[in-house]
Every structure is written in structure tokens, then in C-alpha cells.
């Protein structure tokens, strides 16, 4: 309905994306309008956005006003300079410890549009790094908050880590599980 600036400069602009709608068309396949669509049509053309997030994430999404900024926040994100962090409601409460860092390695299945984790470097396949802190956990109700930072930015990396250590993400269509989701409707 409106876009939602969290800040703005003569640089930047940074938008609150809700939930359910495209950051981007990636692949220029889609036909259905995008959030980078809305906020071009709002605040002008001349934005670049700087990163995604998945559809069903909702979450500060940063545009760029130049070719100047746009050079730089890319190499700010390549270089770690710029931290992507999320927080996750999951199943499960089976942590013995508070804080997890992940090395691992995504490879993408397109025909099945899932990913899949794997210890090992697999042709195809490409590292990611993924940080997990434990924010809170309810035994009673079997879920747990998790503060995810992730140092790579793959597509699902978060969804499909996550589901490999099983503790899917709550709601999760794809990499969540049916009984899971159902049970936790109530608790939206």
C-alpha cells in the first residue's frame, strides 16, 4: 500500500519488505509484480536493488541511488562488511549449546527448485557459512528462536540448513514439515 523507508540518504534507500511478495525478478520469468518494482514506482527509477529476500522472508531490503553506491554496497556484502541477520522461529528445542557455526556446501536442484546441504564439496556445489545463536527455547511448546547470520548468501541457505539439522523453520511450505506447520497454525 506504501513503502515502508526505514532510512534514506542521497545514497541509499532502505525499505521494509513484507512477507509474500518477490524482492526482485532474478530471472526476468516472473510476470507478477515485485517489491523492487513498487518501491521504482514510488521513489523513482533510478534505484538499484543490493540483495534479496525470499518471498515468504519479510525483512530491510537496501537500494542504491548511484553507480557509486551501488559498487560499494556490493562490495561491502562480498566482503562481510554488511552483516545479513535474521531471526528463525523452528521446531525443536534439541540444542546443547547456545552458539553454531556452519561450514558447509549448497547445491541446488532446479528441476525440484530445493536445495540440499552436504559436508563435502560435490561438483556443482558451493560453500556457505552460517552462524546459529540460540535467543530462546520453549520446551513446553517444542520451538526455539534462533538469531541466524549467514556469511554467504545462497538461495534457501538458511531454509534448507536448518531443515538438515532438523529444525525446520516454522511455516516452511518446502523444506518444513506438514504435521509440524499444522500444529503450530494456532500459535500465528
Do not use: M, W
Not at 553454531?100 to 541446488?108: G, S
Not at 516454522?170 to 497454525?185: A, L
Amino acid at each position: 500500500k506504501e513503502v515502508n523507508i526505514q532510512y534514506e540518504d542521497d545514497n541509499i534507500l532502505v525499505a521494509y519488505k513484507p512477507q509474500g511478495i518477490l524482492s526482485n525478478n532474478e530471472d526476468n520469468e516472473q510476470t507478477e509484480p515485485t517489491f523492487e518494482d513498487f518501491v521504482k514506482s514510488v521513489k523513482g527509477n533510478n534505484l538499484k536493488i543490493c540483495h534479496r529476500l525470499d518471498r515468504n522472508t519479510s525483512g530491510l531490503i537496501i537500494f542504491s541511488k548511484n553507480n557509486t553506491s551501488y559498487s560499494n554496497l556490493l562490495e561491502a556484502f562480498k566482503e562481510g562488511y554488511i552483516t545479513k541477520e535474521y531471526i528463525a522461529y523452528v521446531s525443536g528445542t534439541s540444542f546443547d549449546k547456545t552458539t553454531y557455526h556452519y561450514e558447509n556446501y549448497i547445491l541446488k536442484d532446479d528441476k525440484l527448485d530445493i536445495s540440499r546441504i552436504y559436508n563435502k564439496n560435490l561438483p556443482n556445489s558451493q560453500k556457505i557459512v552460517t552462524d546459529i545463536f540460540v535467543e530462546k527455547v520453549y520446551k513446553q511448546k517444542d520451538y526455539s528462536i534462533l538469531r541466524v547470520i549467514i556469511h554467504t548468501g545462497k538461495t534457501h541457505q538458511i531454509r534448507a540448513l536448518l531443515s538438515s539439522i532438523s529444525h525446520p523453520i516454522i511455516g516452511d511450505p518446502k523444506y518444513g514439515k506438514n504435521e509440524i506447520n499444522k500444529k503450530f497454525k494456532k500459535y500465528k
